[in-house]
């Protein structure tokens, strides 16, 4: 038995522990470069060599570390240059050099030799006898029938009945199952002047086809980022039935100059100016952006623009002549993106 007390704790008192001496407390090991075994940020003046590869790092967090402290050295010695050039500038006043212009895929784009000049005699006289040249001389005032695709659903419906309020004297048809090769003759029959037929595809708006009535051209655009006017935020109140301006920006080929007379030719030529609400289709690297706009004077000198709504972005698949036949149709332009999509700074429009 007494064996067996000295087991448990020798004077029979169990759980008594001895306290330890307090320990000093021991000072961190540090690296040679600075950093501590725990894994404390690098010295805040970091050096880099002129051979010093960051990715040459293993440790995952030390190098991380390392980055962002060179991408804030980076920072600062643009930030500097850039203020003691200012400085340079204001002090040279007027004999300052120009600032130098950025380089950008749009100013870089390849040259096209379809780029109109307007003092050009040829495509004026094109234009004079092309299939917009009623338009443009004010003989005939545009009439559009607007529809879509068979079947369509509750989102197309509700952007064909928004752009009906965006483009003035346009009428809003279901198909009811008939054929656009039908449709087409009885537009003609009631004096339409355009047919916009809107596709769609998953329950979304996919596709625009555009025919100018009775003689064509047909153009077909992909749609994209389609935004009705309940999905646009800060947007300003309906729009009114006063006739919008139209700005069409950036059609500089034969191309882009004959798809921008087609959407021309959707709005009459008599704008009124108190309604202050703009139609703008701005053209930037083949695709064609959308907005409809109000613009508010806020002063004499400042104006501020409220977007209505709805608003989408198309892009050219193809120019047909005439009216629309799939099968038999003549087309001016087809977009081939193998064969013409070689370069990024080339463009069509």
Excluded at 102 to 124: C, G, L, S, W
Excluded at 161 to 190: D, F, M, W
Aim: glycine share 6%; with cysteine; hydrophobic share 30%.
């Amino acid at each position: 038995m007494a064996k067996t007390g000295e087991k448990s704790g020798g004077s029979g008192k169990k759980g008594l522990k001895r306290k330890a001496a307090p320990e000093e407390p021991q000072e961190a090991a540090v690296v040679e470069d600075g950093t501590t075994e725990s894994g404390v940020q690098p010295p805040k003046a970091a050096a880099f060599p002129p051979g010093f590869s960051i990715s040459e790092i293993k440790n995952k967090q030390r190098r991380h570390l390392m980055f962002t402290r060179w991408k804030q050295q980076q920072r600062k010695e643009k930030l500097a240059a850039k203020k003691k050039l200012k400085k340079e500038r204001e002090a040279l006043g007027d004999k300052a050099p120009p600032k130098p212009i950025p380089k950008t895929i749009d100013n870089q784009r390849v040259f096209d030799e379809t780029i109109v000049d307007p003092n050009d005699e040829e495509v004026a006289y094109d234009e004079a006898t092309d299939e917009f040249a009623s338009y443009f001389n004010r003989q005939t005032s545009p009439k559009i029938l607007i529809t879509t695709s068979d079947r369509p659903h509750g989102r197309t419906v509700r952007l064909c009945e928004q752009l009906s309020t965006v483009i003035p004297n346009s009428h809003v048809y279901y198909r009811r199952g008939l054929a656009l090769k039908k449709i087409i003759p009885q537009c003609i029959s009631r004096d339409f002047t355009d047919l916009i037929v809107i596709n769609e595809d998953r329950k979304t708006p996919n596709g625009l086809i555009l025919s100018h009535l009775p003689n064509g051209p047909t153009a077909h655009f992909k749609m994209s980022s389609v935004r009705l006017r309940k999905e646009i935020k800060r947007r300003g109140k309906d729009p009114t039935e006063h006739i919008p301006e139209i700005i069409l920006n950036n059609f500089t080929t034969r191309l882009g100059h004959s798809v921008g007379r087609m959407f021309a030719s959707l709005f009459p030529h008599n704008p009124q100016f108190i309604g202050r609400q703009v139609a703008t289709f701005h053209n930037q690297r083949d695709y064609i952006f959308f907005r409809f706009h109000r613009y508010i004077f806020k002063s004499e000198k400042k104006v501020g623009i409220q977007e209505l709504g709805p608003r989408f972005t198309l892009k050219l698949r193809s120019l047909q002549k005439g009216t629309f036949d799939s099968k038999y149709g003549e087309y001016e332009w087809v977009h081939k993106p193998r064969e013409m999509d070689t370069s990024r700074r080339k463009f069509h429009l």
